[in-house]
């Protein structure tokens, strides 16, 4: 069990310009999700992934935000034209579907920093 | 709707000494609750979740909550805390009516300080 993996880690960007980030969810766990987490806040929830399909979003998730998980199994979260808002760390986590509650496990982050 | 709140920013405790960080829930339905701890630039450990049954919850490194349905009241509790236990620990809540919602929402979080 190599756990969750986020790449990269930092990212330090110019307002304006588009990022994506890559979340590898623990093997064979069907379910994903992403959260943003500001200074000094817990995590808010984003999106959650079923396998390939997109299943809930955030009113956060503005339109600027993308997610995909194309073939069930690594996910990437896109921002486009980013703004000094958008800095953040960016959490994915995943589990395994079954009896509820699924336990999520979290990765790492991905600290984006928009100047 | 459904929220946390942890009500202290910050709880400092002598070693040796027992620990509580405390957390309040508010959902529609009945909760799964969960405690996660979260070391300075890492992502965010699982300790314990509460589904049903015995409101004493044990989970990993010794820690334990306390469920109290009258007080929606979800206390994370260790009996002796340990200066490796110094960190950030969010308390968080998912509605088991939630209508196929498995989002979590978190509390803020509670920075606790263990002191040698």
């Known amino acids: 069990d190599t756990g969750v993996s986020q790449d990269p880690r930092h990212k330090i960007t110019k307002r304006g310009q588009n990022v994506t980030f890559r979340c590898d969810p623990i093997?064979?766990?069907?379910?994903l999700y992403w959260y943003r987490q500001t200074l000094g806040q817990g995590p808010e929830f984003l999106t959650y992934?079923?396998?390939?399909?997109?299943?809930?979003k955030s009113r956060l998730l503005s339109d600027r935000f993308s997610a995909e998980r194309p073939k069930g199994s690594f996910s990437t979260l896109e921002i486009q034209r980013t703004e000094q808002g958008d800095s953040a760390m960016y959490l994915c986590?995943?589990?395994?579907?079954?009896?509820?509650?699924?336990?999520?496990?979290f990765g790492p982050g991905t600290r984006l920093t928009v100047l | 709707a459904q929220s946390v709140a942890q009500p202290e920013d910050q709880v400092n405790v002598a070693e040796g000494n027992p620990l509580t960080v405390k957390c309040t829930y508010s959902?529609?339905?009945?909760?799964?609750l969960f405690w996660y701890v979260q070391y300075p630039n890492r992502g965010l450990q699982f300790l314990l979740k509460?589904?049903?049954?015995?409101?004493l919850v044990k989970g990993s490194y010794g820690f334990e909550a306390e469920f109290n349905k009258s007080q929606t009241s979800f206390h994370l509790k260790k009996p002796s805390a340990l200066v490796s236990d110094s960190a950030l620990y969010f308390c968080?809540?998912?509605?088991?009516?939630?209508?196929?919602?498995?989002?979590?929402?978190f509390g803020k979080g509670t920075k606790l300080s263990v002191i040698p």
């Open positions: 992934f079923q396998n390939e399909a997109q299943l809930e």
């Open positions: 968080a809540v998912r509605d088991k009516s939630g209508a196929g919602s498995y989002q979590l929402t």
């Open positions: 959902v529609s339905g009945n909760p799964y």
């Open positions: 093997s064979e766990h069907n379910r």
């Open positions: 986590a995943s589990s395994l579907r079954g009896p509820p509650p699924d336990t999520q496990y």
């Open positions: 509460y589904i049903t049954g015995d409101n």
